[in-house]
């Protein structure tokens, strides 16, 4: 029987045939397997966002008709509206089918005969009660001073909406017995969540306006409870800028800047940047120059656009305790009351212009060239707020006294909510 050939191992050969093995694998793989080499990780590519901002188009259509000089229109949580007429001191909703309902009633005093500025003005709507449920503030004229009311907002969950539990908010907003004029009045829950209100100089100019212990001729800015916000200009004190003459807009924009309107007397109406302690010139300054009183009397509104007042347009002012606007108009292509911001735009509505400004915002504090839509097709315009479907709805203020003033005057169906589509424009 032949001998087994006894089998030897070598450590050193079997490393080198066992690597031989592998590397000609992988050069074999690496010509031509399917086996995928690995691939870098993709880097997202960021999305490019355009600056644009929005304009009018399309067809306007006619909502609701036969109101009495609205002054505000608020869009609830659930789509319904709510709209207050100035004279008569009611509060409406206007339902999803264009119904038209009361829910309250604020009494108007004094009551508006012609030309006044008087009554039920701005409201806003803020969740500060228990549970998130809303309160409603009203800016209310009365026979000794302006004041704002507070209401619980209430509903069933069915499209019902109540006011209840109605008391004064803020009282002693200077008022003059002898004018009903320049009451400002819009209100609204800033972006820190402060109740801000527009005011002006209740006819008193100077008085007011120049006088950081009175409130008229100033904004405000006021904590939800009714107390002081600890960062305000001064101690103890609602005021947040002085030296307007009657501001009646605000609207903040995605900068956080605070834009406001402003009427003139004879010269210039303006928008202002509103910025914290800063005082805006009136009665020393109107638009960019020195004010120059007017030879008609400053307490009669119904002189006519055609009647050339001294214009206070000679002497540029430079003075560094007034802030100078942003932009400025003639009254007759301006007397602009509500003013919104919308995706890039701030809109103002204009009362005796007859039109709305829009005007870009191309950067932080940085405005591009206003344009104007709409100019004397619908008369006075009093407010443009964003709608739930990205629309506008206008309201006019045709039936508030002064309706001829504006190319295009008044409307059988006046006052109406007008609707508004928007398309984007890019820059």
Known sequence: MAKKEERRTDPLFEFIVVGSLILGGVFAFGSGSSVAAPVPEEKPIPEIVRPSYVEPTGQAKTLVTGLRAPWELLFLPDGQALVDERDSGSILLISKDLKVSKVGFTNTAPLCKKFCEGGTLGMTIAADRPDSKLSLFVFQTTNSDNRI???????????????????????????????????????????????????????????????????AGSILRINLDGSVPADNPKENSFVWVKGLRDTQGMAWDNFGNLWSTEFGQDTWDEINLIEKGKNYGWPIAEGFYKFVESPLESDDPTFKPD???????????????????????????????????????????????GKLWIIPVLGNKKLGEPKEFFKGRFGRLREATLAPDGSLWLITSNRDGRGGWSSGGENPQDDRIIRVPLKTVYY
């Open 307 to 353: 009647v050339p007042p001294i214009a206070s347009n000679v002497e540029k002012l430079n003075d560094s305790r007034y802030t100078p606007p942003v932009l400025a108009w003639n009254p007759a292509e301006a007397a602009c009351s509500g003013i919104t911001f919308v995706k890039g735009s701030l809109i103002s509505a204009c009362l005796r212009g």
């Open 149 to 215: 009311l507070k209401y619980d907002l209430n509903t069933d969950g069915a499209g019902s909406w109540t006011l209840a539990n109605k008391r004064v908010f803020i009282k002693g907003i200077e008022r003059s017995g002898k004018s009903t004029t320049h009451n400002g009045g819009r209100l609204a829950i800033g972006p820190d969540g402060k109740l801000w209100v527009s005011l002006g100089d209740s006819g008193m100019k100077g008085a007011t306006s120049q006088n950081w212990g009175k409130r």
